[in-house]
């Protein structure tokens, strides 16, 4: 069975840091493309990174540019994001998602990922 697992969120201060985690299980890991995805109350789900199969090549949102980091251990079948400068409105579950083959035409699209994990909960207070 298909598992991904987040872990490494939780209740942290504006300007602090915090790296969330995806243990995979179940895939080929070097051969998918992985991507991390947000919630906030009341948002849809959005985009926030995403790193093709062997890491040389990463895309962010706007809004998390020059502050988040998409990294992966293909070793270990896991990706992380590493999310320093930490503000309030980065509050949301963090979800992360596989998908089998990068497109620049979809890649920010929740719907073009196969596999999701539960998700992770980060808080950030003012």
């Known amino acids: 069975q298909v598992q991904l697992v987040e872990s490494g969120g939780g209740l942290v201060q504006a300007g602090d840091s915090l790296r969330l985690s995806c243990a995979v299980s179940?895939?080929?890991?070097?051969?998918?493309?992985m991507g991390w995805f947000r919630q906030a109350p009341g948002k849809e789900r959005a985009f926030v990174a995403t790193?093709?199969?062997?890491?040389?090549?990463?895309y962010y949102s706007d809004s998390v540019k020059g502050r988040f980091t998409i990294s992966r251990d293909n070793a270990k079948n896991t990706v992380y994001l590493q999310m320093n400068s930490l503000k309030p409105e980065d509050t949301a579950v963090y979800y992360c998602?596989?998908?089998?083959?990068?497109?620049?035409?979809?890649?920010?699209?929740?719907?073009?990922?196969?596999?999701w994990g539960q998700g992770t909960q980060v808080t950030v207070s003012s």
């Open positions: 998602a596989a998908r089998a083959t990068f497109s620049v035409s979809n890649y920010y699209r929740d719907r073009a990922y196969a596999y």
């Open positions: 179940g895939l080929p890991f070097s051969s998918y493309v």
């Open positions: 790193i093709t199969r062997s890491g040389v090549n990463t």
